[in-house]
């Protein structure tokens, strides 16, 4: 086995990966849940959930909890038990799926001796795997809303099928813009292609040169992931809860997983993207040097905030998860501060989910402002504004491309 | 053996066993979902001979695309389980062993005509984006525009009929 081992390191990397890679994503799906409540509450006025333990932190386990042990119905009346079973599995199944190519730092790091990079696989066409894995993610919402036999299920999975084709073609052509200044499909080449100042100040971003381009993808994005305002595949007021009215228990936790880790998706394509992914927006300079401590910063803040609001907590457990939080937080700070490799390690991913949760931040305010869309309003959107727009940004950009090249 | 060939028979034997269940199910759905089984099993088998942007087009294109509307239509429709009827007669005394005769055509026609066992080596496959454009866009873009111009008719038209007045 040992010996199996050292001949295939790069297999055993890759397992390690993907266990690490899925439990961040679903503990950020998780926990996406208590930062959206928590969110659109003070938006609103309210306070969220704060019952279950400190600022409401252990909601979603006592959500997760509930879900688990609540009893798991399939109706009588199922057009076929292995479509409406399959359904939820394909949702949650594909839209973890596209993380396997997100590239989260720069180059290999070492560990244990051996190299590795900070991605689970670098492939040629990552883009496109990306976008074949969310083409696939209409079948769940179809077959769902098919196989329950039902009306409101029946009606949520054709509205969904039908927007989300159309705003996949409005996706598919913003991105090319890009593709043209990048001249690849892979991630990580088109990170690398984001590297440098225009002046020595502002990043060479995609979103400057593109911001037409990013616009329309993030408004598809928002499409694709049946978000507010675009949420009409469950539309509650008129079709009850859509596509998963006849899901219950674990089966319609499986779609709610699946709409959150297809937003986190969605957020870090779009930061790598048009964000310049891993990179930092500092110039890699002598006097932008401090930067690269701002991890530690960020860390300690945090530790030192959690410390301070623990006081204020009554119960003793709850005073007892906050100092422990904020503890921990200043210990990464520390070991950040004091280990250079792991500092180094960390700058990477710390730009990415930071752009990513400005990102994720933009979904939760948009669904806290914004009203639903009519759905003839949707199609009208969609068909007659972002896709000529898209297409011409594409003109445009090859127009500037081929010019350039002379 | 090696993981290429393990992955060759595990994805070929796949989608000819989505084949085989498209026409043997009874239900539209079920067969709509072997055909998707088919067509990601044939984009695996793209992949493992160094066609990745095949592999991908296939999956978005295919999969993604067009058995989308075919899902959806057979979902409009409502369209039940079909009747499962025995084979006539002249089917089973013309049919099949003209069937069999064609697939024996076939197979020794191909046997003939690239008699080796290897015949596409991974790596000089022009499966890659950079070769797929340069040729759409040079060799073949005659073929390719009269193409797109062939699409844009089919689109008018569908469009020409759904809206009797414009």
Redesign the interface.
Known sequence: MTDWIARHPDLVFAAIKVVICLFLLLTAVAYMTWVERKLIAHIQSRWGPHRVGPHGLLQPLADGLKNLFKEDIIPAGV??R??YL?APFLAVSLSLLAVAVIPFGPEPVEVWGARTGLYIAD???GL??V??VT??G??SI??A???SNSKYP?LG??RS??QM?SY?IALTLSVIGVLLLAGT?SLREIVLAQTGHWGGMVPRWYIFPQFIAFLCFFISGVAETSRAPFDLPEAETELVAGFHTEYSSMKFVMFFMAEYSHMIVTSLVASLLFLGGWLSPFPATEFWGWTRYLPVALAGALGAVLLVDAVRHRPLWHRFIMSVLGLGCLGVAALLATQETLLAVVQGPFWLLGKTAVFLFIFIWTRATLPRFRYDQLMAFGWKFLVPLAVLNIVVTSFLVAWRAG | MAASTILFFLFGGLAVLGALSLILQRHPIHSALSLILVMASLAVLYLLLGAEFIAAIQVIVYAGAIMVLFVMVIMLLNAGEEERTSLSRTARVVGLPVAGLLLAEVCYLLYRAWPADTVVEADRFLGRTGPIGRLLFTDFVLPFELTSVLILIAVLGAVVLAKKEL
């Open positions: 057009t076929s292995f479509v399959l492939i040629n066409i496109l795997f976008l074949a083409s696939l209409v079948y179809a077959l809303g098919w196989s029946l999975g054709l099928s039908a084709v996949e499909l």
